[in-house]
């Protein structure tokens, strides 16, 4: 079954910690407390102190126990992150805290693969939670009232989340065997390709879809950086416009960078890299007043990338193709990259959408094994799906 972990400061959080340690016990779990004080004065009676796990920092405790509280969690957490995936016989892990408690847990909760039960009960669980999740499994549980002290809403709030673990690692779901998982990014105005691509490769593969919202990206990468994926198709690029032009919907700098790191066999394309999404119209940023806009829901706003920004995203990229060592095809579809970007169709933009191809071919360094392909398809046409079949049969034999 494998022991369940149960973090926190214990200086400040302990009998809390104790309260969740206790009841996970006594439902038939092992329990391994770990604490991550650096005040020195951590609780007594942990199964691991907090300077067993300062000593994973790569400077050392004395790194940790600086005196300073900022720079004292900011190491801690960095010790935590490379702790927790070393642990012995870790079966899932449970954390409390406030904002800091929450900074400090969820780093090492992110290295942890896909399907390990993470919960983390946390005061800041009812807002954006983004920051702490990223691209993980890690469930967010909001405390309700503060985690300090026990009292008839905690008692039930941490109880609930030591049952939840419990129960994950007492019953733990076995890993289907259905062949190889690959990844595909997926867009609404990208849809009718993805879901040919799907079709045409699901009697070969296990075909893994991620919606290009900024976590999907994130998620995907993750699962590629676990090695639980052994290709990706990634169709719609879109995540990169809202990194490039301050979208809601970004994956951040390191969008592409696990492909880069781990080789993975590759075929990406422009999808939907003709819009940035923002919130409801008024949450447009002034800057782009005269911009041309296309009201997708009430929520979601979407403008149109001008040239600058195309050339801008074919930049970003094109270094990131260019540091990829494994086998990639990079699809152009000159016809359109989205829904809304076809002759009569309001991000119809031929010559934006050529400053962006162009700026590929210019700035992709091709070889052997790293290729840019023009198709005159759309993106969403059968023979553009067809061309992405085709490519990735090629790096996946390459």
Excluded: W
Aim: glycine residues 12%.
């Amino acid at each position: 079954m494998g022991i369940a972990y149960v973090v926190g400061t214990f200086d400040t959080k302990g009998g809390e910690l104790a309260y969740v340690a206790g009841l996970i016990a006594a439902a038939g779990v092992a329990v391994r407390t770990v604490d991550l004080s650096t005040s020195g004065s951590g609780g007594d009676g942990v199964d691991v102190p907090a300077a067993q796990v300062a000593a994973a920092h790569p400077d050392g405790p004395e790194a940790v126990f600086t005196g300073d509280r900022g720079s004292a969690v900011a190491a801690m957490a960095e010790a935590f992150r490379r702790y927790l995936p070393t642990a012995p016989e870790l079966a899932g892990v449970l954390g409390l805290g406030g904002s800091g408690g929450t900074a400090l847990i969820t780093p090492g909760m992110r290295e942890l693969p896909v399907g390990v039960p993470k919960i983390m009960v946390s005061t800041v669980a009812s807002g954006d939670v983004s920051g702490y999740v990223e691209g993980s499994d890690t469930t967010m549980m909001h405390s309700v009232t503060d985690v300090a002290g026990l009292n008839r809403i905690s008692r039930r709030v941490l109880g609930n989340a030591a049952h939840a673990l419990a129960g994950a690692c007492a019953h733990p779901i076995p890993v289907a065997d259905d062949g190889e998982a690959i990844g595909l990014t997926m867009f609404g105005v990208t849809t009718p390709c993805v879901r040919t691509v799907t079709d045409a490769l699901k009697q070969r593969f296990e075909c893994l879809v991620f919606h290009a919202t900024g976590t999907g990206g994130k998620a995907m990468e993750k699962l590629v950086d676990d090695g639980l994926l052994s290709g990706v198709l990634d169709v719609s690029t879109t995540e990169v416009c809202d990194y490039i032009a301050g979208g809601v919907l970004s994956a951040g700098e390191g969008r592409l960078d696990a492909i880069a790191r781990t080789g993975v066999p590759y075929v990406g394309s422009c999808g939907a890299l003709d819009m940035v999404n923002f919130a409801a119209p008024d949450t447009v940023p002034e800057r782009y007043a005269g911009r041309l806009f296309y009201p997708h829901n009430p929520q979601i706003t979407l403008m149109r990338t001008n040239t600058e920004e195309c050339a801008r995203i074919g930049s970003f990229i094109a270094a990131k193709l260019n540091a990829c060592e494994g086998p990639v095809r990079f699809l152009i579809p000159e016809g359109g990259v989205s829904a809304l970007d076809s002759p009569g169709q309001p991000f119809h933009d031929p010559g934006a959408d050529a400053v962006l191809f162009d700026t590929l071919e210019r700035e992709v360094r091709q070889t052997g094994t790293r290729r840019l392909v023009r198709s005159p398809h759309h993106i969403n046409d059968p023979e553009f799906a067809a061309e992405l079949v085709a490519a990735f049969d090629e790096v996946k034999g390459s």
